[in-house]
């Protein structure tokens, strides 16, 4: 008997993985007991003229089954995936059967079956096992957000179908990032011991972009009008920023929500889209994207009321305050907006489960919206408890403090949602925190829950930086907000700049003794070199050293308005250089401060003083955010006394406001204005060109307070001019204000007001930090004593001589040294006295007007990898003469 054909199955296409295989062959025999052959009995003819029957086919019967090519597996595992064994029949059927149960384990990547004479031998090459997953040419996705979607992983059997199935899911990963152009190629690196590196080649290719938006079957409204109601915007450059301009099937089906919100808006009721279809161009770079809609007709209001089933609501006094009026164009928005408003109202009236349905009755003939504002019936409900839960760290009583709604009490939507601000504005807890409201098996109660997820609250920060106020600057700060769970705040900071140095130490804790009472304190030094220009140089004029602290007691008088009262011990040492603003003019070896160097007004500054100050402000807020608020408003009222003891006397008053609104969508608008008056309690009208409040003591105005204008530009200032000689031997005032010296002396009032439009960026420039705005500025500093002016006469100016730190005349020897010997010791003969000169000058005073200065420009808001950032571009429309304008400026510091 001959041996029968080899049987092979594989659906696998014909082109392989290079797989290594062991050499050797393993066998794996059974041995059967021999099978009686059956015979059959010789035919009978029964006439000449019958066929001779052909001999009945013989049966092939397996003797034994071997396994050959298996290196992992055990030969005998491996028989355990087939159905055949000895003493069956070996037939072509059950070869295939055998075939496809191997294939369908998915660990062989070849497989045969071949029968010698009933010895059936079946020969396997094993799939390789994975060594390691390695992805390559992935820039735009990084590794962390690709391999959670790779299912193969390191000491798995590597299988085509299976890595077919990654593949399908990356590049479902990368068109979700809108690359549909992006390709994926799996490629193996043999290893020994039938082992592989799987290697997925990415090639990302660029964005898919939405080239164009068509809208069919719009006649009311432009398609500009319903493009700006799409999220998706057109690839344009008026767009760059715009983190929608990439084709997205998910913002595909919202948009034609927000097409068919606008169209309800408008009081097309008919309105639908009737199919929204996105085209990929052949180069698979960009989606044309193609709605087709029907407007229908446009309705307006018909009758509008209240069906109210509450007993403290009665339908038609509610219908009565609707501000709807019958025949106004429908308006979908305004709907949802009364229905909220009902709830709320509800709400607050302890009805937490009363429900506001709306019912609509559409009147086709006369194209009218009937509206009933139905409210359910339901019981007054009371809050049974209050849990917390979630806080490892914060006690209980900082959470539960907050709350404006306590067990017992009937509910409140409006003190819940007022809870839930006063929680999230703590900054312990995850953002977005809602207080949960979880039914009781009663109808009439209600448990609230605070389920919390702690943050971190210690913060360590080291950083570094640049600003066009103080130059570079180091910082150094310590502080922990939530200090042993009880809501405290203790901190420590120190600073470092090349005009200012200062070390501060606070505590802060919001409910004193556990009363409504907040408290803070705080200790400081600080160091602060004050400067003038001389053109764009900063040149310094005098040192101010304050040594002092603080205390401050605050306490509620409403849920919005607080109180604060505070109390200030300061020790000012105030110096000027010797060397550079000291003389002994009069001859009488005493070496003052000469106003003619310094200015009358810095020699007014120096000294070493003590300012005992009683403070209180009065605060109303209602800002959803302390850090960056988008609605609400706040409002303050400052008041300090200095005189309490010490030798400062003034009395000043600040007051400020802004508010927020969210306008055109996520545009944030707001308006914000402050001013401020000191008047000096010390009389000091007996000394010409001195004013009552010293000079450390006033307001200045300038960069960044109000934009386009430089540090300290705005305001009173002293300009002293150099006078040349024109070269005809007369004076010549020079007015350039590179060589100009310019000193801000402050003023005793001001006011500055601020409008700002936040500009909303699409989702990519939001993702990297930025926040661009346009602002108008307005503001002046005015009110202050005029100053005695200065002058050096022209031609010679001035010469005097100087002294030493004794006060002794200085002069010079023959060989140029100092000496204060007025006759040289060796010689006899005189030594020359050792003068200063003062180049001829005048000095002018400038700026002191209450008109308003006024400049708009653009700023960007930036959270760099490096650090906040801040840039604003600014041009002064309105100015007085002597104010310094400016019109780039930025901020940037960086942590590390």
Not at 39 to 63: F, G, L, N
Not at 271 to 296: H, N, Q
Not at 736 to 759: K, Q
Not at 853 to 864: E, K, L, P, Q, T
């Amino acid at each position: 008997m001959g041996s029968t054909p080899v049987s092979r199955f594989s659906p696998r296409p014909h082109k392989h993985l290079a797989l290594a295989l062991l050499s050797g062959t393993i066998l794996a025999g059974v041995p059967v007991s021999a099978l009686a052959q059956e015979t059959a009995a010789p035919a009978q003819p029964t006439s000449a003229q019958e066929p001779t029957p052909a001999p009945s086919p013989q049966r092939e019967i397996i003797q034994t089954i071997a396994v050959q090519g298996a290196q992992r597996l055990e030969p005998g595992t491996i028989l355990t995936y087939i159905q055949l064994r000895p003493g069956q029949e070996y037939t072509q059927v059950a070869a295939d059967q055998a075939l496809k149960d191997l294939y369908q384990t998915e660990l062989f990547a070849e497989a045969s079956v071949r029968n010698q004479n009933g010895n059936v031998i079946i020969e396997v090459t094993e799939n390789p096992v994975i060594n390691r997953i390695i992805l390559e040419g992935n820039k735009r996705l990084k590794d962390e957000k690709i391999v959670p979607e790779i299912k193969l992983a390191p000491r798995q059997i590597f299988t085509r179908s299976k890595v077919r199935a990654d593949v399908a899911r990356i590049i479902e990963l990368y068109k979700r990032q809108g690359r549909f152009a992006a390709t994926v190629e799996p490629k193996t690196v043999q290893l020994s011991q039938n082992r592989v590196d799987l290697v997925f080649e990415i090639s990302e290719g660029p964005k898919s972009k939405v080239r164009q938006i068509n809208v069919i079957g719009n006649e009311v409204f432009d398609d500009g009008d319903l493009k700006s109601e799409m999220i998706t915007k057109e690839s344009r450059l008026v767009n760059f920023f715009s983190g929608n301009t990439s084709y997205d099937p998910d913002r595909l089906a919202f948009d034609q929500q927000k097409l068919r919100e606008f169209y309800l808006t408008e009081g097309y009721v008919d309105f639908r889209v009737v199919s929204a279809v996105a085209e990929l161009t052949p180069d698979k770079r960009d989606f044309i994207i193609t709605y087709v809609v029907e407007e229908g007709e446009r309705y307006k209001f018909g009758e509008v009321k209240v069906d109210s089933n509450l007993r403290d609501f009665d339908s038609a006094t509610m219908t009565s305050q609707l501000t709807i009026e019958p025949g106004a164009w429908y308006n979908a928005q305004t709907i949802e907006d009364i229905t909220e408003q009902l709830t709320e109202l509800a709400g607050t009236f302890g009805y937490a489960f009363a429900e506001v349905r709306p019912r609509f009755q559409r009147n086709k003939d006369e194209r009218t919206m009937d509206v009933t504002l139905a409210i359910s019936e339901a019981p007054r409900v009371y809050v049974e408890r209050i849990d917390v839960n979630g806080n490892t760290l914060t006690q209980d009583k900082v959470i539960r403090r907050e709350f404006r709604i306590a067990e017992g009490d009937a509910f409140n939507s409006l003190g819940v949602k007022r809870s839930t601000n006063r929680i999230n504005s703590l900054g312990f807890f995850q953002e977005q925190f809602e207080i949960e409201q979880k039914e009781t098996g009663d109808p009439d109660r209600i448990i609230l829950e605070a389920n919390v997820e702690e943050q971190p609250t210690g913060e360590l920060q080291l950083s570094a930086g640049f600003s066009s106020i103080e130059s570079f600057l180091l910082a150094a700060s310590i502080r922990q907000r939530n200090f042993r769970g009880r809501g405290q705040t203790v901190g420590a900071s120190v600073q470092w700049s090349r005009y200012s140095r200062s070390v501060n130490l606070s505590f802060s804790e919001p409910y004193l003794f556990d009363r409504n009472v907040s408290a803070s304190a705080n200790i400081y030094r600080r160091d602060l070199s004050s400067f003038n220009f001389v053109g764009s140089n900063r040149n310094t004029t005098f040192e101010q050293t304050t040594t002092g602290g603080s205390l401050s007691l605050g306490v509620p008088l409403s849920e919005y308005v607080s109180l604060i009262g505070r109390y200030t011990l300061n020790f000012d040492e105030i110096s000027l250089d010797e060397n550079t603003f000291f003389a002994d003019f009069d001859g009488d070896g005493i070496r003052t401060c000469e106003p003619l160097l310094a200015g009358r007004f810095l020699c007014d500054v120096i000294g070493d003083r003590t300012s005992s100050i009683l403070g209180t402000t009065l605060v109303y807020d209602t800002l959803n955010s302390r850090f960056r608020p988008t609605r609400g408003e706040q409002a303050t009222l400052n008041l300090d006394f200095a005189g309490l003891g010490g030798s400062v006397k003034y009395l000043k008053a600040r007051a400020s406001a802004r508010k927020f609104w969210r306008v055109m969508g996520d545009f944030v608008f707001s308006l914000s204005g402050e001013g401020g008056y000191i008047h000096g309690l010390e009389d000091r009208s007996n000394q010409p060109g001195v004013d009552n409040v010293r000079l450390t003591d006033r307001f200045f105005l300038g960069e960044p307070q109000i934009r386009g204008f430089d540090i300290r530009g705005v305001g009173p200032r002293v300009l002293r001019q150099p006078i040349i000689d024109d070269g005809t031997g007369n004076p010549l005032v020079v007015a350039d204000r590179n060589r100009i010296g310019d000193d801000a002396i402050g003023g005793n009032a001001y006011y500055l007001g601020r409008a700002e439009l936040e500009i909303p960026l699409g989702s990519g420039a939001a993702d990297l930090g930025l926040r661009p705005s346009i602002f108008v500025d307005v503001g002046a500093l005015f009110n202050v004593t005029e100053p005695v002016l200065q002058n050096s006469p022209f031609p010679d100016g001035l010469e005097f001589q100087i002294r030493d730190a004794q006060g002794n005349l200085l002069y010079v020897t023959p060989a140029g040294l100092p000496t204060t010997d007025a006759i040289d010791s060796t010689t006899g003969t005189p030594n020359s006295p050792l003068n200063q000169s003062i180049d001829p000058f005048q000095e002018v005073f400038l700026g002191d007007s209450p008109s308003p200065r006024v400049s708009a420009g653009i700023g960007v808001n930036w959270n760099s990898p490096f650090g906040p950032f801040r840039i604003d571009f600014a041009y002064a429309l309105k100015k007085q003469p002597g104010d310094d304008t400016k019109l780039f400026s930025f901020n940037v510091g960086t942590q590390f």
